[in-house]
Structure formats: structure tokens, C-alpha cells
């Protein structure tokens, strides 16, 4: 069975410093991507941030950055200067050929002032 | 604004009642999900369609159905509703049936039932 776990159920950092999300997954696809989506208070759903699995450098999105180990099935996320507006849910996603995400329980992230 | 849209915003009933969730996807896109979060819950996938057809079915209870539509929006059913349905529903639209395109989400609807 997929699977992705999201070991930190709760997060706080101050603001400006930097804050790691950790993510790990198990797929039976060759060809996946994992993403990294942000629940603020509002419970939009956004995307920050997605990897193809086959691409070894990992993706960057302005302060949002991954660091993909595929060995170890490791997918965290990296959050430089954090803002008070990155509080927020994170979920982590692993996603492929099939016809549902995958999906992980998520880590609360408050960043505070 | 991810160009999904969902109505009602709010919805509130009583146990034992039928009310249908509505989702407009992505102007483009063939597919659309529904999700189920419980308040600081993570989402449960509950339905795949795409392109009016199911393409994967989650923890769906009985009591709930989907369908998509040609024009291809969605609706979520639900019926003989119970205190435990309450809860924020997501639709979410991507442009192909396959998992690793970006899923683009709905604000919800919040469903409380009485």
C-alpha cells in the first residue's frame, strides 16, 4: 500500500528563522511526484511546491525549498525567513499514475511573532 | 482564486436530512475529487470522476453518492445525515485523471448538521 507520513503533528518556530517539515512516503510507482500543499486558517488549499521523482535536483519556489532524498524515501520541506503568514496546515502528497493522491495527516506550523 | 467553484458555502441541517454539494471545476479541467476534513482533521478522500466517469472511490460511505455531469461539474450527495457528517467538503479539479498533476482546490463547503 502508498503511504505518507508526517511525523510532526505541530510545529512553532519565531519568525525569520528557518523551519524544516518532514515528510516520508512509500510508493510502488516508478515514475511519482510528491507535493507539499499549505492549509492556512482560511482552509484554502494551495500548492507550494512539487517534485518529479526522476528530476535529482530538488524544487525551489522563492522561500520554499525540498530536500528529496529518493533512497530513503524522504521528502521534507524547508521554509527560509519564515513570515507569519506561513502559519498554516502543511500536508505532504505523493502522487503517480493512479487516480488519487495519496496523502499525509499533516503538521500544524505556527510561526510566531 | 484557484477557479473552482463550490456551493453552498455553509450548510446547516438536521440529522436524518439529504443535501447535495455543488463543484464547478477549472474552466479545461476533466477531472474533479471530493474530500472530506473533520475539523483539525486531515483529508479523507472520498471520489474520483473524470470526464463524467468514477475513476477511484475512497472511504465513501453508502449513504453518500457523486456524480459529474457533462458539462462537468459535480455534485456530492448525502443523505440520512448524521452528527458525524459535519465537516468542511472540498472539491478539487486537475486537469487529467493521473494523481501527479496539481490539484487545484474549491473554498469548501461547511456542512454542520443539528
Known amino acids: 500500500a502508498q503511504t505518507v507520513t508526517q511525523s510532526q503533528p505541530e510545529m512553532s518556530v519565531q519568525e525569520a528563522e528557518t523551519v524544516t517539515l518532514s515528510c516520508t512516503y512509500d510508493?510502488?510507482?516508478?515514475?511519482?511526484?510528491l507535493f507539499w500543499y499549505k492549509q492556512p486558517p482560511s482552509r484554502q488549499m494551495i500548492l507550494v511546491i512539487r517534485?518529479?521523482?526522476?528530476k535529482q535536483q530538488n524544487a525551489t519556489e522563492n522561500r520554499f525549498s525540498v530536500n528529496f532524498q529518493k533512497a530513503a524515501k524522504s521528502f521534507s520541506l524547508k521554509i527560509s525567513d519564515s513570515q507569519l503568514g506561513d502559519t498554516a496546515m502543511y500536508f505532504c502528497?505523493?502522487?503517480?499514475?493512479?487516480?488519487?493522491?495519496?496523502w499525509g495527516a499533516g503538521t500544524k506550523l505556527i510561526i510566531k511573532p | 482564486d484557484s477557479g473552482v467553484t463550490q456551493t453552498p458555502k455553509h450548510l446547516i441541517t438536521a440529522t436524518g436530512q439529504r443535501v447535495t454539494l455543488r463543484c464547478s471545476p477549472r474552466s479545461g479541467d476533466l477531472s474533479v475529487y471530493w474530500y472530506q476534513q473533520s475539523l483539525d482533521q486531515g483529508l479523507q478522500f472520498l471520489i474520483h470522476y473524470y470526464n463524467g466517469e468514477e475513476r477511484a472511490k475512497g472511504n465513501i460511505l453508502e449513504r453518500f453518492s457523486a456524480q459529474q455531469f457533462p458539462d462537468l461539474h459535480s455534485e456530492l450527495n448525502l443523505s440520512s445525515l448524521e452528527l458525524g457528517d459535519s465537516a468542511l467538503y472540498f472539491c478539487a479539479s486537475s486537469a487529467t485523471a493521473a494523481s501527479y498533476n496539481e490539484q487545484f482546490f474549491g473554498p469548501g463547503t461547511r456542512l454542520t448538521v443539528l
Open positions: 510508493t510502488s510507482e516508478n515514475n511519482y511526484y
Open positions: 502528497a505523493s502522487g503517480g499514475s493512479n487516480y488519487q493522491l495519496i
Open positions: 517534485q518529479e521523482a526522476y
